[in-house]
């Protein structure tokens, strides 16, 4: 028997491997990056030791690093292969874009007052104002920690271009994006993504690549509502995944905001014990 088409699909295949590989290199970062920076603490030094201590620890950074740039370079040119080039500009202006449009402005604003109790929810079409500011968030963070990583990836080779006290204005901006982003993937992204009510416990789209349709009807009525009119909507609607991806997709991403979570915590923690120590 064939299972229904409950589903809308929302991410393709591309979509689906850069954000798996973002969140493995990401995640591999954080772990190397927190152990470096409390490397004077006993949980900073259990950390570095799955990596073979501090220097070790520092080379899988630097790969990592390596690898994220090269594979932000990599996205870069995928989605300029993705523009409609006869019909630039204005193929970047349509709602399926990742571009913020003043409509975006608009929601943001509306959505404020929805928080407020002072008007209804916004209807969002197939992206939000946050899944954008989302999705270019990135963009800027990974252009900030590029730049000041590549600097301190060889500091002598750095320093005969410039000053050595760029180098260190360079690990602070460096560490201090770095915590950032962390802060932010670690509560707010996890929050918004997985823990709202609509979500809770686990939101998979971005391992299966698709929403549920009353779920999508609810939080992009107007993406549902354009496909109608448009007569695409059973084009795009997708069965669910099997029972066994279900259960895979739960467990990977559990593991993964669990881990973001403990390093959270536990920086917190040592960062609390160093200031009182």
Do not use: C
Not at 231 to 251: E, H, K, T
């Amino acid at each position: 028997m064939t299972e229904q088409r409950t589903r809308l699909k929302r991410f393709s295949a591309a979509d689906r491997l850069w954000h798996l590989g973002l969140v493995l290199v990401f995640m591999t970062l954080s772990v190397t990056g927190i152990a470096w920076m409390f490397y004077e603490t006993s949980w900073g030094r259990g950390l570095g030791s799955l990596f073979g201590g501090y220097q070790g620890t520092l080379e899988v950074h630097r790969i990592a690093g390596l690898v994220m740039m090269a594979g932000f370079v990599a996205h870069i040119l995928y989605m300029l292969t993705q523009i409609d080039w006869k019909g630039f500009p204005r193929s970047l202006m349509g709602p399926d874009t990742l571009v913020f449009q003043w409509v975006d402005v608009k929601g943001f604003f509306a959505h404020l007052g929805w928080i407020f109790g002072l008007r209804e929810h916004p209807r969002f079409d197939r992206w939000s104002w946050w899944e954008k500011f989302d999705y270019w968030a990135v963009w800027w963070g990974l252009i900030i920690v590029g730049i000041t990583g590549l600097m301190l990836y060889n500091p002598v080779l750095t320093s005969q271009f410039m000053p050595g006290w760029l180098l260190n204005v360079a690990l602070w901006v460096h560490r201090i994006e770095a915590v950032l982003a962390m802060g932010h993937i670690f509560t707010i992204h996890f929050t918004v993504e997985h823990w709202r009510p609509s979500s809770f416990p686990y939101n998979a789209s971005m391992f299966d690549g698709s929403v549920d349709l009353e779920d999508a009807r609810h939080e992009h009525p107007e993406w549902v509502a354009r496909l109608e009119k448009e007569g695409r909507l059973d084009a795009a609607l997708v069965a669910p995944p099997p029972v066994p991806l279900r259960i895979l997709y739960f467990v990977v991403g559990y593991a993964i905001i669990a881990l973001g979570v403990f390093l959270l915590v536990f920086a917190l923690i040592n960062a609390a014990l160093l200031t009182l120590f």
